[in-house]
């Protein structure tokens, strides 16, 4: 089983739709989970920072962690076509001097 | 905002010649990275590295690679004898804290193609 598993798309939805991505991992001990925008070239963009489980809003942008399920999300209301990009999920534990593990990556198109 | 800078943008090298790419971290920053992405694959942890040392380091960073951080501001990494499966981009990322309360933030990449 891979540590981290994310849908790679691509996903394709018209303006304005709400948009939900996910991503399932199966080390326990991870505790940080970040979700990161990636344009074609371009470095990863720290979207949404969260701690264990609960919900994260911030603007259209919402993320949630399931730490029983294994299971996080991150939801994008109103979504624009500037949002089309690739979306990776990533996580760390505590204490293991900060190492990430992504998602594949799902690739978003919204369309006009 | 401060901003993790990488050089160069675009490194195309010959099979077997050394690489160096270098990343300028975020100035308070004491914690290093550097992750690899090959294309249509995922982001991939390679090396940390804190106290002028390596703290941790993935399968992938054999002895072909190393890391520096030659003066207080750059940090590079250096590919001794490049592979073709060395194509890829290179990711450098830096916080200030490791504990996993801060989040890492990436540099935009070098993207390094081995001929």
């Known amino acids: 089983q891979k540590e981290v598993e994310q849908d790679p798309g691509p996903l394709s939805v018209p303006e304005g739709a709400i948009v939900s991505l996910n991503c399932t991992y199966s080390?326990?001990?991870?505790?940080?989970f970040m979700w990161y925008r990636q344009y074609s070239r371009k470095g990863p963009e720290l979207l949404m920072y969260?701690?264990?489980?609960g919900n994260k809003e911030d603007g259209r942008f919402t993320a949630q962690v399931d730490k029983s399920s294994k299971y996080i999300s991150l939801f994008i209301r109103d979504s624009q076509p500037s949002d089309s990009a690739t979306y990776l999920c990533?996580?760390?534990?505590?204490?293991?001097?900060?190492?990430?593990?992504f998602g594949q990556g799902t690739e978003l198109s919204v369309k006009p | 905002e401060p901003e993790v800078t990488q050089t160069p943008s675009h490194q195309v090298t010959q099979m077997g010649q050394e690489v160096i790419l270098r990343c300028v971290p975020i100035?308070?920053?004491?914690?290093f990275y550097w992750y690899r992405q090959i294309l249509g694959q995922k982001v991939e942890f390679l090396v940390s590295?804190?106290?002028?040392?390596?703290?941790?380091k993935s399968e992938i960073f054999d002895d072909q690679f190393s890391v520096e951080r030659p003066d207080g501001s750059n940090f590079t990494l250096k590919i001794r004898s490049t592979k073709l499966e060395d194509s890829a981009m290179y990711f450098c990322?830096?916080?200030?804290?490791?504990?996993?309360?801060?989040?890492?933030?990436f540099g935009d990449g070098t993207r390094l193609s081995i001929l």
């Open positions: 990533a996580m760390s534990a505590y204490n293991q001097g900060g190492k990430l593990i």
């Open positions: 080390n326990s001990a991870f505790q940080y």
């Open positions: 969260t701690y264990s489980s």
């Open positions: 100035s308070n920053h004491l914690y």
């Open positions: 590295f804190y106290n002028n040392e390596i703290s941790e």
């Open positions: 990322a830096s916080i200030n804290e490791a504990g996993g309360d801060q989040p890492q933030h």
